[in-house]
Protein backbone atom coordinates (compact mmCIF):
# COMPACT_ATOMS: atom_id res chain seq x y z
CA UNK A 1 0.00 0.00 0.00
CA UNK A 2 3.41 2.20 -0.27
CA UNK A 3 1.59 5.10 -2.73
CA UNK A 4 -1.99 4.74 -0.70
CA UNK A 5 -1.43 6.93 2.26
CA UNK A 6 -4.12 8.78 3.07
CA UNK A 7 -7.64 7.34 4.92
CA UNK A 8 -10.64 8.36 5.84
CA UNK A 9 -12.46 6.74 8.46
CA UNK A 10 -16.08 6.23 8.20
CA UNK A 11 -18.55 5.26 11.37
CA UNK A 12 -21.43 6.24 13.14
CA UNK A 13 -20.40 8.26 16.72
CA UNK A 14 -21.23 6.23 19.09
CA UNK A 15 -19.44 7.00 22.44
CA UNK A 16 -18.91 2.86 22.99
CA UNK A 17 -17.08 2.77 20.39
CA UNK A 18 -15.15 5.85 20.36
CA UNK A 19 -11.93 4.12 22.36
CA UNK A 20 -11.34 1.55 19.74
CA UNK A 21 -11.76 4.11 16.82
CA UNK A 22 -8.63 6.00 18.80
CA UNK A 23 -6.85 3.44 18.88
CA UNK A 24 -7.09 2.66 14.79
CA UNK A 25 -6.13 6.24 14.19
CA UNK A 26 -3.17 5.88 16.37
CA UNK A 27 -2.41 2.27 14.29
CA UNK A 28 -2.78 4.04 11.16
CA UNK A 29 -0.56 7.21 12.26
CA UNK A 30 1.98 4.73 13.39
CA UNK A 31 2.35 2.89 10.43
CA UNK A 32 2.92 6.49 7.81
CA UNK A 33 -0.48 6.62 7.03
CA UNK A 34 -2.01 9.89 6.94
CA UNK A 35 -5.57 10.52 8.39
CA UNK A 36 -7.88 13.08 6.63
CA UNK A 37 -10.96 14.59 7.54
CA UNK A 38 -12.53 14.93 3.98
CA UNK A 39 -13.34 11.51 1.81
CA UNK A 40 -12.17 13.31 -1.49
CA UNK A 41 -8.64 13.79 0.11
CA UNK A 42 -8.47 9.60 0.56
CA UNK A 43 -7.46 6.71 -1.49
CA UNK A 44 -8.49 4.30 1.69
CA UNK A 45 -11.79 4.57 2.95
CA UNK A 46 -12.47 2.47 6.36
CA UNK A 47 -15.67 1.71 7.22
CA UNK A 48 -16.38 0.82 11.04
CA UNK A 49 -19.38 -0.74 12.12
CA UNK A 50 -21.42 -3.86 9.74
CA UNK A 51 -22.97 -4.55 6.42
CA UNK A 52 -24.93 -1.51 6.53
CA UNK A 53 -22.28 1.01 7.64
CA UNK A 54 -20.35 -0.47 4.68
CA UNK A 55 -22.97 0.12 2.12
CA UNK A 56 -23.93 4.18 3.85
CA UNK A 57 -19.65 4.66 3.49
CA UNK A 58 -19.53 3.59 -0.30
CA UNK A 59 -23.05 5.70 -0.95
CA UNK A 60 -21.87 8.91 1.06
CA UNK A 61 -18.48 8.98 -0.57
CA UNK A 62 -19.93 8.60 -4.46
CA UNK A 63 -18.95 5.21 -5.44
CA UNK A 64 -16.00 5.72 -5.98
CA UNK A 65 -13.87 3.89 -8.37
CA UNK A 66 -10.04 5.56 -7.89
CA UNK A 67 -9.88 4.18 -3.57
CA UNK A 68 -10.63 1.11 -1.98
CA UNK A 69 -12.84 0.86 0.92
CA UNK A 70 -11.92 -1.31 3.46
CA UNK A 71 -14.80 -2.94 6.21
CA UNK A 72 -13.90 -3.04 9.99
CA UNK A 73 -16.70 -5.00 11.88
CA UNK A 74 -17.78 -3.80 15.28
CA UNK A 75 -19.68 -6.93 15.95
CA UNK A 76 -19.42 -10.72 16.87
CA UNK A 77 -18.42 -11.68 13.28
CA UNK A 78 -16.76 -10.67 10.31
CA UNK A 79 -19.16 -9.98 7.36
CA UNK A 80 -20.06 -10.02 4.05
CA UNK A 81 -18.59 -6.47 3.03
CA UNK A 82 -16.15 -6.73 5.99
CA UNK A 83 -13.07 -8.45 5.74
CA UNK A 84 -12.00 -7.13 9.26
CA UNK A 85 -12.92 -7.30 12.78
CA UNK A 86 -12.16 -4.09 15.22
CA UNK A 87 -9.90 -6.04 17.15
CA UNK A 88 -7.79 -8.21 14.92
CA UNK A 89 -5.35 -5.05 14.79
CA UNK A 90 -2.33 -7.64 13.91
CA UNK A 91 -4.21 -8.67 10.45
CA UNK A 92 -4.95 -4.98 9.46
CA UNK A 93 -1.55 -4.21 10.10
CA UNK A 94 -0.18 -6.99 7.57
CA UNK A 95 -2.28 -6.44 5.40
CA UNK A 96 -1.33 -2.35 5.07
CA UNK A 97 2.20 -3.23 5.25
CA UNK A 98 2.12 -5.39 2.01
CA UNK A 99 3.57 -4.08 -0.87
CA UNK A 100 1.00 -4.86 -3.06
CA UNK A 101 -2.30 -5.69 -1.77
CA UNK A 102 -4.86 -8.17 -3.93
CA UNK A 103 -7.42 -6.15 -4.66
CA UNK A 104 -11.43 -7.68 -4.90
CA UNK A 105 -13.67 -5.90 -7.34
CA UNK A 106 -17.38 -5.77 -7.12
CA UNK A 107 -20.26 -4.84 -9.60
CA UNK A 108 -22.54 -2.14 -8.59
CA UNK A 109 -25.87 -1.40 -10.53
CA UNK A 110 -27.16 2.19 -12.62
CA UNK A 111 -30.62 2.98 -12.21
CA UNK A 112 -31.91 5.65 -14.61
CA UNK A 113 -35.31 6.95 -13.30
CA UNK A 114 -37.61 8.48 -16.51
CA UNK A 115 -34.17 9.09 -18.26
CA UNK A 116 -32.89 11.64 -15.90
CA UNK A 117 -29.95 11.02 -12.91
CA UNK A 118 -28.08 7.83 -12.24
CA UNK A 119 -28.05 6.44 -9.27
CA UNK A 120 -25.56 3.48 -8.06
CA UNK A 121 -26.60 0.56 -5.95
CA UNK A 122 -23.91 -1.72 -4.25
CA UNK A 123 -26.48 -4.44 -3.11
CA UNK A 124 -30.06 -3.46 -4.74
CA UNK A 125 -32.64 -1.24 -6.60
CA UNK A 126 -36.01 -2.25 -5.07
CA UNK A 127 -39.31 -0.90 -6.67
CA UNK A 128 -42.07 -1.25 -4.21
CA UNK A 129 -45.99 0.10 -4.29
CA UNK A 130 -46.00 2.57 -1.83
CA UNK A 131 -49.45 2.26 -0.97
CA UNK A 132 -51.59 -0.93 0.43
CA UNK A 133 -52.89 -1.70 -3.29
CA UNK A 134 -51.29 -3.27 -5.79
CA UNK A 135 -49.03 -1.94 -8.90
CA UNK A 136 -48.63 -2.64 -12.25
CA UNK A 137 -44.58 -2.97 -13.91
CA UNK A 138 -44.23 -3.48 -17.38
CA UNK A 139 -40.83 -5.69 -17.59
CA UNK A 140 -38.52 -5.21 -20.67
CA UNK A 141 -35.44 -7.06 -20.54
CA UNK A 142 -33.61 -5.03 -23.52
CA UNK A 143 -36.24 -4.33 -26.10
CA UNK A 144 -38.03 -7.28 -25.20
CA UNK A 145 -41.81 -6.92 -23.50
CA UNK A 146 -40.81 -9.65 -21.01
CA UNK A 147 -44.25 -10.03 -18.34
CA UNK A 148 -46.74 -7.72 -17.04
CA UNK A 149 -46.07 -8.01 -12.76
CA UNK A 150 -48.49 -7.24 -10.53
CA UNK A 151 -47.78 -7.32 -6.91
CA UNK A 152 -46.10 -5.48 -4.41
CA UNK A 153 -42.78 -4.97 -5.96
CA UNK A 154 -39.30 -6.02 -7.68
CA UNK A 155 -35.92 -6.75 -6.22
CA UNK A 156 -32.61 -6.28 -8.37
CA UNK A 157 -29.48 -7.41 -7.28
CA UNK A 158 -25.72 -7.17 -7.57
CA UNK A 159 -23.88 -10.28 -6.90
CA UNK A 160 -22.81 -9.31 -3.40
CA UNK A 161 -25.96 -8.00 -2.91
CA UNK A 162 -27.77 -11.64 -3.43
CA UNK A 163 -26.71 -12.53 0.42
CA UNK A 164 -29.04 -9.75 1.35
CA UNK A 165 -32.92 -8.95 0.38
CA UNK A 166 -32.82 -10.78 -2.54
CA UNK A 167 -31.98 -14.01 -0.26
CA UNK A 168 -35.00 -13.11 1.81
CA UNK A 169 -37.22 -13.84 -0.74
CA UNK A 170 -35.35 -16.98 -1.93
CA UNK A 171 -33.17 -15.66 -4.75
CA UNK A 172 -29.97 -17.27 -5.49
CA UNK A 173 -26.59 -16.14 -4.13
CA UNK A 174 -24.60 -15.41 -7.13
CA UNK A 175 -20.54 -14.74 -7.13
CA UNK A 176 -19.40 -11.29 -7.41
CA UNK A 177 -17.02 -13.02 -10.83
CA UNK A 178 -20.33 -13.11 -12.16
CA UNK A 179 -20.78 -9.79 -13.52
CA UNK A 180 -24.82 -9.86 -13.15
CA UNK A 181 -28.01 -8.70 -12.28
CA UNK A 182 -30.84 -10.70 -10.43
CA UNK A 183 -34.04 -10.22 -10.62
CA UNK A 184 -36.57 -11.04 -8.00
CA UNK A 185 -40.31 -10.72 -7.57
CA UNK A 186 -41.97 -9.35 -4.28
CA UNK A 187 -45.50 -10.82 -3.71
CA UNK A 188 -46.51 -11.23 -7.41
CA UNK A 189 -49.97 -12.39 -8.04
CA UNK A 190 -50.68 -14.90 -11.11
CA UNK A 191 -54.03 -15.56 -12.37
CA UNK A 192 -55.48 -15.62 -15.74
CA UNK A 193 -54.98 -11.68 -16.31
CA UNK A 194 -51.70 -11.12 -14.90
CA UNK A 195 -48.93 -13.78 -15.31
CA UNK A 196 -45.04 -13.70 -14.38
CA UNK A 197 -42.34 -16.00 -14.56
CA UNK A 198 -42.39 -16.60 -10.78
CA UNK A 199 -39.39 -17.25 -10.00
CA UNK A 200 -35.75 -14.83 -9.81
CA UNK A 201 -33.78 -14.84 -12.78
CA UNK A 202 -30.28 -13.72 -13.78
CA UNK A 203 -29.60 -11.28 -16.30
CA UNK A 204 -25.78 -11.08 -17.70
CA UNK A 205 -24.06 -7.74 -17.27
CA UNK A 206 -24.62 -6.70 -20.69
CA UNK A 207 -28.25 -6.63 -20.59
CA UNK A 208 -31.01 -3.80 -19.84
CA UNK A 209 -33.58 -4.24 -17.34
CA UNK A 210 -36.64 -1.52 -17.90
CA UNK A 211 -39.80 -1.52 -15.48
CA UNK A 212 -42.66 0.29 -16.94
CA UNK A 213 -44.50 2.04 -13.99
CA UNK A 214 -48.45 1.46 -15.84
CA UNK A 215 -50.14 4.82 -14.79
CA UNK A 216 -53.15 3.66 -13.23
CA UNK A 217 -52.97 6.30 -10.08
CA UNK A 218 -50.48 3.52 -8.42
CA UNK A 219 -47.57 5.17 -9.70
CA UNK A 220 -45.91 6.25 -6.81
CA UNK A 221 -43.37 3.36 -6.03
CA UNK A 222 -40.82 3.35 -3.21
CA UNK A 223 -37.60 3.38 -5.09
CA UNK A 224 -34.87 1.78 -2.24
CA UNK A 225 -31.45 2.58 -3.18
CA UNK A 226 -29.34 -0.33 -0.60
CA UNK A 227 -30.74 0.90 2.88
CA UNK A 228 -31.94 4.85 1.04
CA UNK A 229 -35.12 5.46 -0.29
CA UNK A 230 -35.47 7.70 -3.01
CA UNK A 231 -37.84 10.86 -2.44
CA UNK A 232 -39.03 10.90 -6.03
CA UNK A 233 -43.00 10.68 -6.01
CA UNK A 234 -44.23 10.11 -9.62
CA UNK A 235 -42.57 7.39 -11.71
CA UNK A 236 -42.95 6.53 -15.04
CA UNK A 237 -39.65 4.33 -16.06
CA UNK A 238 -36.94 2.53 -14.45
CA UNK A 239 -33.85 1.35 -16.18
CA UNK A 240 -31.38 -0.68 -14.25
CA UNK A 241 -28.28 -2.13 -15.82
CA UNK A 242 -24.49 -2.84 -14.58
CA UNK A 243 -22.47 -0.14 -14.01
CA UNK A 244 -19.04 0.55 -15.57
CA UNK A 245 -18.11 1.39 -11.90
CA UNK A 246 -16.72 -1.17 -9.78
CA UNK A 247 -15.64 -0.64 -5.78
CA UNK A 248 -12.40 -1.70 -4.97
CA UNK A 249 -12.15 -3.88 -1.78
CA UNK A 250 -8.93 -5.78 -0.04
CA UNK A 251 -8.67 -9.36 -1.38
CA UNK A 252 -7.11 -11.40 1.47
CA UNK A 253 -6.70 -14.79 1.71
CA UNK A 254 -8.68 -17.56 2.86
CA UNK A 255 -11.65 -14.56 2.69
CA UNK A 256 -12.77 -15.59 -0.48
CA UNK A 257 -16.79 -14.76 -0.82
CA UNK A 258 -17.78 -18.15 -0.77
CA UNK A 259 -15.92 -18.45 2.54
CA UNK A 260 -17.77 -15.39 3.83
CA UNK A 261 -20.95 -16.91 2.68
CA UNK A 262 -20.49 -20.13 4.36
CA UNK A 263 -19.55 -18.66 7.36
CA UNK A 264 -22.33 -16.20 7.64
CA UNK A 265 -25.33 -18.85 6.84
CA UNK A 266 -24.07 -22.22 7.15
P1 LIG B 1 -31.09 -3.24 8.22
O1 LIG B 1 -32.49 -3.46 7.81
O2 LIG B 1 -30.80 -2.56 9.50
O3 LIG B 1 -30.27 -4.61 8.23
C1 LIG B 1 -30.26 -5.50 7.19
C2 LIG B 1 -29.34 -6.69 7.52
O4 LIG B 1 -28.79 -7.13 6.28
C3 LIG B 1 -28.16 -6.36 8.44
O5 LIG B 1 -27.95 -7.45 9.31
C4 LIG B 1 -26.99 -6.21 7.48
O6 LIG B 1 -25.75 -6.59 8.01
C5 LIG B 1 -27.38 -7.24 6.44
N1 LIG B 1 -26.78 -7.01 5.12
C6 LIG B 1 -26.62 -5.86 4.44
N2 LIG B 1 -26.03 -6.11 3.26
C7 LIG B 1 -25.82 -7.44 3.21
C8 LIG B 1 -25.25 -8.31 2.25
N3 LIG B 1 -24.81 -7.85 1.08
N4 LIG B 1 -25.23 -9.63 2.52
C9 LIG B 1 -25.70 -10.12 3.67
N5 LIG B 1 -26.24 -9.36 4.62
C10 LIG B 1 -26.30 -8.04 4.39
O7 LIG B 1 -30.42 -2.39 7.02
P2 LIG B 1 -28.91 -2.06 6.68
O8 LIG B 1 -27.98 -2.69 7.67
O9 LIG B 1 -28.81 -0.63 6.43
O10 LIG B 1 -28.76 -2.86 5.30
C11 LIG B 1 -29.48 -2.50 4.18
C12 LIG B 1 -29.87 -3.74 3.46
O11 LIG B 1 -30.86 -4.44 4.19
C13 LIG B 1 -30.53 -3.51 2.11
O12 LIG B 1 -29.60 -3.26 1.10
C14 LIG B 1 -31.27 -4.82 1.92
O13 LIG B 1 -30.51 -5.76 1.22
C15 LIG B 1 -31.46 -5.35 3.33
N6 LIG B 1 -32.88 -5.54 3.62
C16 LIG B 1 -33.30 -6.81 3.84
C17 LIG B 1 -34.62 -7.06 4.05
C18 LIG B 1 -35.04 -8.50 4.24
O14 LIG B 1 -34.16 -9.37 4.22
N7 LIG B 1 -36.30 -8.76 4.38
C19 LIG B 1 -35.56 -6.04 4.07
C20 LIG B 1 -35.10 -4.74 3.85
C21 LIG B 1 -33.74 -4.51 3.62
P3 LIG B 1 -25.02 -5.79 9.19
O15 LIG B 1 -25.75 -6.20 10.44
O16 LIG B 1 -23.61 -6.29 9.12
O17 LIG B 1 -25.14 -4.34 8.88
Not at 61 to 83: H, I, K, M, P, W
Not at 181 to 186: D, F, I, T
Amino acid sequence: MDNRRNVYFFYKEEESLQPKISELFKLAEKNQFIVVDHPDEANIIVSIGGDGTFLQSVRKTQFRDDCLYVGVATESNVSLYCDFHIDEKEKMVEAMLQERVEVRRYPIIDVRVDDKTVFHCLNECTVKSGVIKTFVLDVFIDDLHFETFRGDGMIIATPTGSTAYNKSVNGSVVDPKLESLQVSELASLNNNEYRTLGSSFILSGDRKLTLKIVQDGNDHPVIGMDNEALSIRHVEKIEVSLGSKKIKTVKLKDNSFWEKVKRTFL
